[in-house]
């Protein structure tokens, strides 16, 4: 839990030196502790060694903070790691306009991840599901036992789905709580201890024992309010901005060709977060992306409305998010686990909130100047500022 605020009036215009202390001082983390292990990139070699095989060295990416997040009426910092200018600066400044707003509120389901077990050249389909079904106590006791770590921290082997795929082809899904834990290794041991009783009781040849992506029991809902009059600036009025972002959430919902853009710009901020702890950005992407297909059609994760008589924007994200706060890449690397300590998150369901709370507002952000000024502005005077181009010094 951080000890002070996540609003910093300035915090740009300091060095990254008094930047690393401020947030060192309100996350309650040793004074030199930012510095040491980003001046390693948060890894050293032997650290990498460790992660990856053939390994050659480590490549450094830009890590940086989103501010002014609150959620659920506390206080946390976005630790983000991104190569794309403009990211970082629109996920502080939506959050700071929903901060005016009461902030975010979010919920998170049980950490439940699916254990998938696949057997093929199954004659009767029915006879194997009821099999299986009846079966459940008996494969949920036994997943408990290849998993006894887990089971002493509370999680394990909660239920079983049994579902007839066609073709011969019957799926036995163990759903399995992983606590503070993102949970791959401890779910796939799952599946691979019970491959071959289910063959068995299927009356089939085992397939593929592997954990789901789509870990759709595993959801993280973030909403978000901003009040109308609060929403324009100097150049850009309130309501007319606001109804702008409504109809871009329409555009998106009634075109799966915005969706996939809309849905990237909120990958933005959900991947920068899950990336800097450590945790596995492909796994949620992969999540993310069959949620929104979930209907049949490909869906923006996040929608946005006018509502109150038109008064307030409110927006809504969902998502299936698998991180963890303890094992998996925090093991070896100090800079995940420095990120971690930064945030404020104390579980995994606070970081999938944080995560969520960023991708939600990283969208609003594009939203809002796409609707507006247009996107190129602001983006490409950060890009040109970057990669200081030969088009000229960028106006401050
Ligand atoms: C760019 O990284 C993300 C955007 O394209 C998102 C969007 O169009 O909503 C600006």
Redesign the pocket.
């Known amino acids: 839990m951080l000890t002070g605020s996540s609003s910093f009036p300035g915090f740009r215009a300091l060095s990254v030196e008094e930047r690393r202390r401020r947030i060192a001082e309100i996350a309650g983390l040793e004074g030199g502790a930012l510095t040491r292990a980003l001046e390693t990139g948060g890894l050293d070699e032997g650290g990498a060694e460790q992660m990856v095989e053939d390994a050659l060295g480590r490549l450094a990416v830009p890590f940086g903070v989103g501010l002014h997040f609150r959620i659920n009426g506390r206080d946390f910092l976005a630790p983000m790691v991104i190569e794309?200018p403009s990211?970082i600066a629109a996920a502080s400044h939506a959050a700071k306009r929903i901060r005016a707003g009461g902030g975010f509120m979010a919920e998170t389901d049980p950490s439940i991840m699916i254990a998938q077990i696949e057997v093929h050249g199954v004659r009767d389909a029915a006879r194997a599901l009821t099999r299986l079904r009846e079966a459940t106590a008996e494969l949920i006791a036994a997943a408990n036992r290849a998993i006894p770590s887990l089971v002493e921290r509370g999680g394990g082997a909660r239920d079983l789905a049994v579902r007839d795929l066609g073709e011969g082809f019957v799926v036995t899904h163990v759903h399995v709580d992983c606590c503070d834990a993102m949970g791959a290794n401890t779910v796939n041991t799952v599946a691979e201890a019970l491959g071959d009783r289910v063959a068995e009781l299927a009356d089939g040849e085992l397939g593929l024992r592997i954990l789901s992506n789509y870990c759709d029991r595993r959801c993280t809902r973030v909403t978000a309010r901003v009040p109308v009059a609060a929403f324009g600036d100097d150049t850009t009025d309130g309501p007319e901005a606001a109804r702008g972002v409504a109809l871009?959430s329409r555009f998106?919902e009634l075109d799966p060709y915005r969706a996939a853009?809309?849905n990237?710009?909120?990958m933005?901020g959900v991947d920068a977060v899950v990336l800097a702890t450590g945790n596995d950005w492909r796994a949620v992407e992969a999540g993310a992306h069959a949620f929104a297909a979930r209907s049949g059609r490909y869906a923006p994760l996040a929608t946005w409305r006018l509502v109150d008589e038109g008064t307030q924007l409110e927006g809504r994200i969902e998502l299936p998010m698998a991180l963890g706060t303890v094992g998996g890449a925090l093991r070896a690397h100090d800079g995940a686990r420095l990120a971690l300590a930064m945030s404020g998150a104390d579980n995994a369901a606070e970081l999938g909130q944080l995560a969520a709370a960023a991708g939600l507002a990283?969208?609003l952000a594009?939203?809002r100047?796409?609707a507006t000024e247009g996107?190129q502005k602001g983006?490409m005077a950060l890009h040109r500022r970057a990669l200081a181009e030969p088009c000229g010094p960028v106006a401050p």
Request: aromatic fraction near 0%.
């Open positions: 794309e990211v871009a998106a853009t809309h990237k710009g909120i933005n990283c969208n594009a939203l100047a796409l996107i983006h």
